[in-house]
């Protein structure tokens, strides 16, 4: 089990930048696909970005291409978001979560994730 840890989540302006981090301890960090999610109120769970054990391919929701950029250090054993262009509706908990079965199959769906931080609150004001 992999135990994880979300940070740089709070309060921005419409067209503002956030950065968050995911510190992952337990298990084998550099084997593992990582994913970021978000949930609005009311709203399910979505997938907003992944990428692969070994830092490649990252896949993106459309929702946030061309804005969010994910990244991983598997040195450090974090994987980020930078989150740009910020809009009202990026507003959530956003939540990292390890895939450690795929191998270089990327999902979009929370089911395919074995572990889940405890999320980071991002608040987007218009």
């Known amino acids: 089990q992999v135990q994880l840890v979300e940070s740089g989540g709070g309060m921005v302006q419409a067209g503002g930048s956030l950065r968050l981090s995911c510190a992952a301890s337990g298990g084998t960090f550099s084997r593992y696909n990582m994913g970021w999610f978000r949930q609005a109120p009311g709203k399910e769970r979505e997938f907003v970005a992944a990428i692969t054990w070994r830092g490649g391919r990252p896949y993106y929701a459309d929702s946030v291409k061309g804005r969010f950029t994910i990244s991983r250090d598997n040195a450090a054993n974090t994987v980020y978001l930078q989150m740009n262009s910020l809009k009202p509706e990026d507003t959530a908990v956003y939540y990292c979560?390890?895939?450690?079965?795929?191998?270089?199959?990327?999902?979009?769906?929370?089911?395919?994730?074995?572990?889940w931080g405890q999320g980071t609150q991002v608040t987007v004001s218009s």
């Open positions: 979560a390890a895939d450690r079965d795929s191998g270089y199959t990327l999902s979009p769906g929370p089911p395919a994730y074995d572990d």
